[in-house]
């Protein structure tokens, strides 16, 4: 099993930019959500999902977008990204509430 | 809204020594309270979680935590530390059981072990 897969790693946008970032998990789990982290801050939560096409906000959810049309997959969209997002996101997904959250390995984006 | 603090951003120790993280939930609720690992260029990993089961509980390499409810505290220890144990650790809180929607972080302890 791949576990939760993150793509791409690295990323540089230009201020306007718009992007998606993929996030895949192949463990048939029905959560799934996004974090950011940034320094001294933590990692903070941008939206999730419980289930194919239900999604809802977290505590970070303005500039970004998201869907999820399948189990599998659970894309985050900039729209028209601003140096504020400079970040690295996290993707995470668990089975249910109550059971260990799995997270991905991180896209690390910066917005000049 | 459900909260946590970890008191100090860097902690230093000696190889060897007692390692203590320190984490505070805020609620009168007991939550669900979780320590997750992040090592370098790496995503986070789950330590220990707390589910009401036990006040001890007892995690992956060696690192076990206490529930103290009076102290709403929940801090992290490993009798003797390694080197390997060099990385960023996070407390957590949740009160829908912990799955990836509702997990609440502290900013983050630094751990460094000196040689």
């Known amino acids: 099993n791949a576990g939760v897969t993150q793509t791409p790693k690295f990323q540089v946008l230009k201020t306007g930019q718009s992007m998606t970032l993929q996030c895949a998990q192949d463990?048939?789990?029905?959560?799934m959500s996004w974090y950011r982290q940034d320094p001294g801050m933590g990692l903070r939560l941008i939206h999730y999902s419980v289930g194919a096409g239900i999604t809802d906000q977290g505590e970070v959810p303005n500039g970004y977008n998201v869907s999820r049309s399948t189990t599998e997959d659970f894309p985050l969209r900039l729209l028209s990204a601003a140096p504020s997002q400079t970040s690295v996101y996290f993707c995470?997904?668990?089975?249910?509430?109550?059971?260990?959250?799995?997270f991905g390995q991180g896209t690390r984006l910066t917005v000049v | 809204a459900q909260s946590v603090t970890q008191l100090g951003s860097h902690v230093s120790v000696s190889e060897g020594a007692l390692v203590l993280l320190r984490c505070n939930y805020s609620?009168?609720?007991?939550?669900?309270l979780f320590w997750y690992v992040q090592y370098p260029n790496q995503g986070l990993q789950l330590l220990l979680k707390?589910?009401?089961?036990?006040?001890l509980v007892k995690g992956i390499n060696g690192f076990e935590a206490e529930f103290k409810k009076s102290e709403t505290s929940f801090h992290l220890t490993k009798p003797s530390a390694h080197m390997s144990d060099a990385a960023e650790y996070f407390c957590a809180v949740s009160y829908s059981g912990g799955g990836a929607d509702g997990l609440t972080f502290g900013k983050g302890t630094h751990l460094i072990i000196q040689p």
């Open positions: 463990m048939n789990h029905e959560y």
């Open positions: 707390y589910t009401s089961a036990a006040t």
């Open positions: 609620s009168s609720v007991p939550p669900y």
């Open positions: 995470a997904s668990s089975l249910n509430r109550g059971i260990e959250a799995f």
